[in-house]
């Protein structure tokens, strides 16, 4: 898979450059193998934290690795850059388009003014954006989820597993989708012990996105709830969030990951025990699937909604300590029924 590593977008030069790094960059198939050029290009462009985050956008990436591995299909990959604006974004998805991927997709909602723009200067080019549906066209794909339905669960899970009563949520950016899962968290906790104390912190306020890229801001947020009781903490933060892992394990208390399973995450694998579950958002599928579609002939378009009812959210079960805890996943599972038979509706803000 090629992969294009920080790229700079500053003016007319820097343009080339991101085009000649798309152009001539390294696949990951190197071992002399090649792919077929009739199978198609696809390309990811990355989110705050890049891949590596052992979340958000890893969870893409497996996506993109899928369709190479089942489609033929060969991939690129654009990573973002430090302090980056709307241009730069244009600049990059401009740069994979003209090499001739299809689709390109934008991880993250900050993708969607770029998309807007460079979706209209590339008509039979598809382009999808997760997490957003706010910019729409006929060659857009809107890749979008219920993340309060499966932070209910959490929230569920938390309240059931907790000795003490109170539950920390962390949120990366004070932004209207982080504010879902909070919505979500705090709901289930609270209709599973309505005595159970919610603490909710946010690393960042926009236009400062550091809250999703810096672990030591998760780490101190999380040290701080933990110092205020807190037996279980919920980050959605993207890579912050590894830090709020770090913390609550190395004290010997339980963190819940949040859209990969990241008791499964190589990168997490020290603090794993302490990942009581996860949250999970199927932005792997969602990806190789808007490929698949592009490749069948049919690309998908407009709002591509994934909901617990379709397991498109959920809560992982990996850790064999969590399914251990017969009263939280029997409580888990009691509240997934009743919010896909509509006796519970999630609210999507706090």
Known sequence: MRRITRITTVGIASAALALSATACGKSSNDSGSSTDSKAGKAAIA???GGRGDQSF???????LKKAEDELGVKGAEAE????????DKVQRL?????????????????????????????PKTTFGIIDDTSKTGANIANLVFNEEQGSYLAGVAAAKASKSGTVGFIGGVEVPLIKKFEAGFAQGVKDTNPKAKVLVQYLTQPPNFDGFAKPDLGKAAAQGQLDKGADVIYAAAGLAGSGAIEAASTAGKWAIGVDSDQYNQAGLAKY????LTSVTKDVSDSVFNLIKSVKDGKPQSGEVRYGLATDGVGLAESNPAYTKMTDVTEAVAKAKKDIVDGKITVKTAP
Do not use: C, H, M, W
């Open 94 to 122: 401009t740069a994979l388009a003209r090499a001739g991927n299809n689709p390109v997709i934008g991880v993250g909602f900050a993708y969607a003014p770029a998309i807007e723009k460079v979706a209209k200067a590339y």
């Open 80 to 87: 973002p850059s430090a302090g980056e604006g709307d241009a």
């Open 57 to 63: 956008n890893d969870a893409a990436y497996a996506g």
């Open 46 to 48: 990355y989110d705050i």
């Open 272 to 275: 794993k025990n302490q990942i």
